[in-house]
């Protein structure tokens, strides 16, 4: 059976790198089948919706769609509305009255959730309505995915970082912390590992929110590693907490709350202050610094990812072709089928929808201070072509004559 109606496409959730290729993806693909009377995108995620936000991008052209497809953050602006049943039913309205038969939500799992509450509300009223959630996280914590777009872009950016305060700290030695972004999974910060070339090279230390923290271990850590290196280049997720679950950050005093009820952990240098001040304090080590990269991770220009380009394009595309061609709901999913190669599949909203994929366990080492080469055999084909490498002087030193020797 045909489904002629028009198509609404949103985007929700933090910005990426490659957040638009699924967008276009979806609009060129849909604007290919008959049955489709319009192609709307909704401003600002699901707040547009309900508001009747909508541009009409039937109208925009090819080449333009192109131009921003490889612009980074979210062309339709975006939303942290965690719609519940109540806002899901107004959502299902609008799309009654425009006579919406497509709806593509482009996301993580909150997305995903909103997807399927919407579905249902559908599926009560007897209304032929096809729902597709679109993948889309830096976070990378997506269920039954390999990896999901907007990640491979963000662990280059966080890759390279690293990369330069590696550089830097070994110039002018001392003890570097960088802060990554990552709640409750810690494939960011786990990028940082990518800079470790030659045998001394930071990150020395790399602590993620799927192992507890202990301030005694790590200051342990950090004096192990100066004392052999005379240097330290440590990175840390935002969301590492203790053995009780409460997060490290809170113990500077410096969090606030988001709408959700949640620690805001991104925005503020708090934790990579907090733990300079621990080492300075304990550790007889002076020069000690700490950066957190913050949104920047997010919607940087300079360093996409070409993989991360192409296939946040295909699962647009292949959004609009399962429930166009296929007649199918549900969440469409990467899996990875060699080195390097991927397919996609499309699995049933409740599998992803408001779940946490967290980092395997053979990705972060015994002492859980850092991560394994499984992780980096994993990582390394998402980041693309181009990577850049640093690399040193190989000479032997000169023989002294004078009265230094």
């Given at each position: ?26 609009v ?7 049955q ?5 995108g ?24 192109e ?31 425009h ?23 559908a ?32 662990a ?59 301030m ?35 113990e ?32 007889d ?17 300079g ?103």
């Amino acid at each position: 059976m045909e489904l002629q109606g028009k198509v609404v496409v949103a985007q929700g959730g933090g910005p990426t790198a490659v957040i638009n290729q699924s967008l276009v993806g979806v609009v060129l693909e849909s604007r290919k089948f008959p049955q489709i009377t319009k192609v709307y995108g909704a401003i600002n995620g699901v707040s547009g919706i309900i508001n009747e936000n909508f541009l009409d991008l039937t109208q925009e052209t090819t080449n333009n769609l192109e131009r921003v497809a490889v612009t980074p953050s979210s062309a339709l602006g975006s939303t942290r509305d965690k719609p519940d049943a109540k806002y899901c039913e107004q959502i299902f309205d609008v799309f009654r009255m425009h006579n919406v038969r497509y709806f593509f939500y482009i996301g993580g799992n909150d997305s995903a959730d909103t997807v399927r509450i919407v579905n249902e509300q559908a599926e009560k009223s007897h209304y032929e309505f096809r729902a597709i959630h679109i993948p889309k996280t830096i976070d990378n914590d997506l269920m039954f995915n390999d990896h999901t777009p907007g990640y491979p872009s963000a662990a280059r950016f966080v890759a390279q970082s690293f990369i330069g305060l590696n550089l830097d700290n070994r110039a002018l030695p001392g003890v570097h912390v960088g802060v990554v972004m990552g709640r409750n999974a810690g494939f960011l910060t786990a990028a940082s590992s990518i800079a470790q070339k030659y045998p001394d090279d930071g990150p020395h230390l790399i602590y993620l929110p799927e192992r507890p923290f202990s301030m005694t271990q790590f200051l342990g850590d950090v004096n192990d590693v100066y004392s052999r290196l005379g240097r330290c280049v440590i990175a840390v997720s935002e969301g590492i907490q203790d053995e009780n679950g409460d997060l490290i950050m809170q113990e500077s005093g410096d969090s606030e709350v988001d709408a959700h009820g949640n620690i805001q952990l991104s925005g503020t240098g708090a934790l990579g202050e907090l733990l300079v001040r621990q080492i300075k304090k304990n550790l007889d080590i002076k020069r000690v610094r700490s950066d957190t990269l913050g949104y920047l991770q997010r919607s940087f220009m300079g360093c996409v990812s070409d993989v991360d380009q192409r296939e946040a394009r295909e699962v647009g595309e292949k959004a609009a072709q399962f429930a166009i061609w296929h007649d199918t709901d549900g969440s469409i999913t990467i899996q990875r089928t060699g080195y390097y190669s991927v397919d996609y599949q499309i699995r049933p909203l409740e599998d992803v929808a408001a779940k946490t994929k967290l980092m395997s366990d053979d990705y972060i080492n015994a002492q859980a201070n850092n991560v394994t080469d499984a992780f980096k055999y994993y990582l390394q084909p998402l980041l693309g072509t181009g990577m850049p490498e640093a690399s040193r002087l190989r000479v032997p030193r000169a023989e002294k004559i004078g009265e230094g020797k």
